[in-house]
C-alpha cells in the first residue's frame, strides 16, 4: 500500500515552472509533517521543504530560497511543490516523504514513508 504518490514532473527549460503534487491517501495531515527531497545521479538525496501539521513551512534548502514554495490543501490531502525559475542544477528525482512525529528536517532518517518520486529535468 502506497501512502506517497508523486505527479506533475516533467521536462522544462531554465527559469519555467512545475508544480509537484503528493497525494497523501491514508496519512492524517493532521499530524505528519511532509517533506519534498531530490537526488540527482551519483548525488545523496538532499532535503528541499518541509511543511508540518499546523501548514507552517519550517525547512527550507538554502538552494531554493525564494524560487520554491511548499503548500498544502487539507481537503484534497495533498502536498504541492511549486518551483519557479528552475535551473539545470534542480534536475532530480523529486521525491515526498511523511514524518510521523511531525517534525521537520532536511534529513533523510527522519522521515518514515516515501513516494516512488518523479522525474524533473532542465534543459534546454
Known amino acids: 500500500q502506497s501512502h506517497l504518490v508523486e505527479s506533475g514532473g516533467g521536462l522544462v527549460q531554465p527559469g519555467g515552472s512545475l508544480r509537484l503534487s503528493c497525494s497523501t491517501s491514508g496519512l492524517p495531515l493532521d499530524t505528519y509533517a511532509i517533506a519534498w527531497f531530490r537526488q540527482a545521479p551519483g548525488k545523496e538525496r538532499e532535503g528541499v521543504e518541509c511543511?508540518?501539521?499546523?501548514?507552517?513551512?519550517?525547512y527550507e534548502s538554502d538552494s531554493v530560497k525564494g524560487r520554491f514554495a511548499i503548500s498544502r490543501d487539507r481537503d484534497e490531502a495533498t502536498v504541492y511543490l511549486q518551483m519557479n525559475n528552475l535551473k539545470p542544477e534542480d534536475t532530480a528525482v523529486y521525491y515526498c516523504?511523511?514524518?510521523?512525529?511531525?517534525?521537520?528536517?532536511?534529513?533523510?532518517?527522519?522521515?518514515?514513508?516515501w513516494g516512488q518520486g518523479t522525474q524533473v529535468t532542465v534543459s534546454s
Open positions: 511543511i508540518n501539521s499546523n501548514g507552517i513551512s519550517t
Open positions: 516523504a511523511a514524518d510521523r512525529e511531525d517534525f521537520c528536517s532536511g534529513y533523510v532518517r527522519s522521515f518514515d514513508y
